[in-house]
C-alpha cells in the first residue's frame, strides 16, 4: 500500500500538467475551460494524496464546479465559443481518448482488488471537518468575519452594478 | 513527494504565466489565473504537509497501513 500512494501522486501530477498544457494551447475557450476542468480535478487529486483530503473535495466543489460554471457562463452569455468546430476530429485523437479511458479503467480495475484501507472512524483530532470549522470560529473569526464583509460588499456592488439606473 | 509537489506548483503555475503573456482573450486570461491561483494553493498544500499542519492533514487514510 506504500507505493499507491506515490504511483496516484505521479500520476495525477502527469495529468495535471498535460492538461495544463492542453489548456493553454486551445484557441476555442470552451475546449479550454473542459481542459482547465480537467486541471484541477487532479490537482484535487493531488491533494488527496498529499494527505488534505478536505482540500481536495473543497477543490472539486469550488473550482470544478462553482468557477468552471461561471466561466462557461461567462462564454456562452458572450458567445465566444465558435459551434462546430471540435477537438475530438481525427483518428489519433479518438484513439488516444480510448487509450486513456482504457487506462482508467485497467487503473480502477487494479484499485478495486488492492485492498484500500477505508477511511477509519478516526478519533476526534483526526476530524477534518471539525478542526477547520473550530480554527475557523477561534483562531481565525477576525479573518473569517472579515471575509464575510467582503463578499457582502462584492454582493451588493454586483447589485448596483446590475441596476439600469442608480438613484442614491 | 513535497519536492515533486513544488515541482509541479512550479510548472503549473509558470504555464499559467505564460498564457497569460501570450493569450489575447480575456477570459481565458481569467483562466490562466484561475491556474496560476491553484498552483500556488498546491504549493500551500505541500507546505501544509512539510510542516504537517494538524488543520489541513489528516492521516486518516495511512493510519491502519
Known amino acids: 500500500m506504500n507505493g499507491f500512494f506515490e504511483f496516484h501522486f505521479y500520476l495525477f501530477s502527469l495529468l495535471a500538467i498535460a492538461s495544463a498544457l492542453l489548456f493553454v494551447t486551445r484557441k476555442n475557450p470552451v475546449p479550454a475551460a473542459l481542459w482547465l476542468v480537467n486541471v484541477m480535478i487532479a490537482l484535487a487529486g493531488l491533494y488527496v494524496m498529499l494527505d488534505a483530503p478536505f482540500v481536495g473535495i473543497i477543490q472539486v466543489l469550488v473550482y470544478a464546479g462553482a468557477i468552471m460554471v461561471v466561466f462557461v457562463f461567462v462564454v456562452m452569455l458572450l458567445n465566444l465559443g465558435r459551434s462546430g468546430i471540435s477537438d475530438f476530429r481525427s483518428l489519433g485523437s479518438r484513439l488516444g481518448a480510448g487509450a486513456v479511458g482504457l487506462a482508467l479503467l485497467a487503473n480502477l480495475l487494479v484499485v478495486q482488488r488492492q485492498n484500500i484501507p477505508r477511511i477509519a472512524l478516526a478519533p476526534e483530532t483526526d476530524n477534518v471537518v471539525d478542526a477547520v470549522a473550530a480554527s475557523l470560529f477561534t483562531d481565525y473569526i477576525v479573518a473569517f468575519e472579515l471575509t464575510s464583509l467582503v463578499l457582502l460588499v462584492a454582493v451588493i456592488g454586483a447589485v448596483l452594478l446590475a441596476k439600469k439606473r442608480v438613484r442614491l | ?65
Open chain 2, 1 to 65: 513527494m513535497i519536492a515533486e509537489a513544488l515541482i509541479v506548483s512550479a510548472i503549473l503555475f509558470v504555464i499559467g504565466v505564460v498564457g497569460v503573456l501570450t493569450r489575447r482573450n480575456a477570459i481565458i486570461l481569467f483562466m490562466c489565473a484561475e491556474l496560476m491561483l491553484n498552483a500556488v494553493n498546491l504549493s500551500f498544500v505541500a507546505f501544509a504537509k512539510l510542516h504537517n499542519v494538524p488543520v489541513l492533514i489528516c492521516h486518516c487514510y495511512r493510519r491502519r497501513r
